[in-house]
């Protein structure tokens, strides 16, 4: 394949191509339509036909190419699974176009500051696994790490003290950036204001701006009740802005998109094992709330996120 693009690419070659797509031709008829000298002509026609998309047969004084038809049908053919697989329903390109038309429009908006002060959005997820152990999803570093991020990213730092006034440190990457070598995606500090284990947890969380000043004030309030069956956690969550400078569009843009995608990771987390109790791929204790530097893959699933604004 990379022959064949090689032999594709070159301008003059292409010109060949379109050509013997009409008729076989000779060389010196090929020079003529193209302009080109026909040694010039024959090393092109040459490199075609080791790519194995052309063919030619010696007619008397005269050698006549013709064009093959299999390997462009190949390359169309890997071209529209190209095309399809970035063009699939609920894909990582509808993600990023959904973004894109959200950053478009909160960058209109964002002409003072204070601009998106009071607006909120509320996320609600029914949960297959007991209160208690969402609690821990929610709090222990270990099993935050694995979800607490949206798709095509990871955790790479993070501090969360579950307890009033506790400090909270989230930083997270590319998912593919294995050794750190690309810029931080992403970095947010905050204080746990509330914590009642199995219950309700609320917290204050900053994105940090490129200067290292606080894009907004996130208020987070996360409310679980176990479900009518008893086995299953209702999962409420709040998310309500103050603080929001200019700069913030661009985050503020991706709060649905991917705060929601990264309820679906702890969705699917949780519904791939509900009675899990622990951590086996960690490290740290199980009730460890201290900081940890880790790296997960996670699945995503559909979302159920609905919006407001105040």
Partial sequence: MDALLTALADPA?????????????????????????????????????????????RTGQRRIYALRSPPLRDLAAALNRLADTADQTGGPRETYDRYGHSLHAERLAAEEPGWADGRSFRFLRS??????????????????AR?????????????????PGGRILHEYRDAEDADGSDLVAGRAEGVVDDARPGERLAYRLSPLLPDGG?????????????????????????????????????????????FGQSLDKLAATLAADPHATDDTGSTTTPHDTGSATTSHDTDDTDSATTRSTK
């Fill in 214 to 258: 606080p894009a907004f004030t996130a208020h987070v309030d996360l409310s679980l009740r176990p479900t009518d069956t008893g086995t299953g956690t209702d999962l409420d969550v709040h998310f309500r802005i103050t603080d929001s400078t200019v700069e913030s569009a661009d985050f503020i843009a991706g709060i649905e998109i991917g």
């Fill in 13 to 57: 070659r292409w010109r060949l191509v379109t050509l013997l797509a009409e008729r076989p031709r000779p060389v010196g008829v090929l020079a003529q339509l193209t302009g080109a000298r026909q040694p010039q002509t024959t090393k092109h026609l040459q490199t075609l036909e080791r790519a194995g998309i052309v063919t030619s047969q």
């Fill in 147 to 163: 979800w607490w991020t949206p798709d095509d990213l990871r955790v790479s730092e993070l501090v969360f003290e579950a307890r």
């Fill in 127 to 144: 949960l297959t696994a007991r209160p208690e152990l969402v609690w821990r999803h929610l709090t222990e570093t270990t099993l935050l």
